[in-house]
């Protein structure tokens, strides 16, 4: 999922939490990259092979 826009807000809450990564530096300057996309598994149910895949992680809750 592209979370672009919240890349900033994901790089505040990494700086806050400093133990959270080993590689401070390399973050700050890749950050772009590194925190750009979320990847999410749907368990249940279970994804129909047939179907689109989401784009959406609240497609059908609204």
Same mark, same amino acid.
């Given at each position: 999922?592209? &979370?672009?826009?919240? &890349?900033?807000?994901?790089?505040?809450?990494?700086?806050a939490h400093r133990s959270q990564t080993d590689?401070?530096? +390399?973050?700050?300057?890749?950050?772009?990259?590194?925190?750009?996309t979320e990847y999410f598994k749907r368990v249940?149910?279970?994804?129909?092979? +047939? +179907?689109?895949?989401?784009?959406?992680?609240?497609?059908?809750?609204?």
């Amino acid at each position: 999922m592209d &979370v672009r826009p919240y &890349v900033e807000t994901k790089l505040r809450a990494v700086r806050a939490h400093r133990s959270q990564t080993d590689f401070p530096g +390399e973050l700050e300057e890749n950050a772009a990259d590194l925190l750009s996309t979320e990847y999410f598994k749907r368990v249940l149910p279970q994804p129909d092979p +047939e +179907e689109q895949m989401e784009h959406d992680l609240l497609t059908g809750l609204r």
